[in-house]
């Protein structure tokens, strides 16, 4: 049974900072291949933010983040980190992390390729 919990979330002003973690637990034994954050804006679809390979460490960042977010991991604890500086009004969202076990994806933007998913933190950003 895999398990992923979400923390940090928050209200912000704009250009303030949040950090997200993501711990997965599972009765694999082995990691997971990847894990992402996505978000869902109200009204909004689902949308990704970024992604990691757990093997290797490459990254996937959406347009609309690069240069103010990084995912990052500790391995050893099976966690994944969103970094979120300067952030904007329009960053805020229901944040997503999700995990893929057992398989290899291709695009770590793709919610589709995700197979375990956590249940969301709220983050608000105020103007």
């Known amino acids: 049974q895999v398990q992923l919990v979400e923390s940090g979330g928050g209200s912000v002003q704009a250009g303030g900072t949040l950090r997200l973690s993501c711990t997965a637990s599972?009765?694999?034994?082995?990691?997971?291949?990847?894990m992402g954050w996505f978000r869902q804006p109200p009204g909004q679809e689902r949308e990704p933010v970024a992604g990691?390979?757990?093997?290797?460490?490459?990254?996937y960042y959406a347009d609309s983040v690069k240069g103010r977010f990084t995912i990052s991991q500790n391995t050893a604890s099976n966690t994944v980190y969103l970094q979120m500086n300067s952030l904007k009004p329009e960053d805020s969202a229901m944040y997503y992390c999700?995990?893929?076990?057992?398989?290899?994806?291709?695009?770590?933007?793709?919610?589709?390729?995700?197979?375990?998913w956590g249940q969301g933190t709220q983050v608000t950003v105020s103007s």
């Open positions: 990691i390979y757990t093997s290797g460490g490459n990254t």
């Open positions: 999700a995990a893929v076990w057992g398989r290899i994806i291709a695009d770590l933007g793709n919610e589709y390729e995700y197979n375990s």
């Open positions: 599972s009765g694999y034994t082995y990691r997971s291949n990847a």
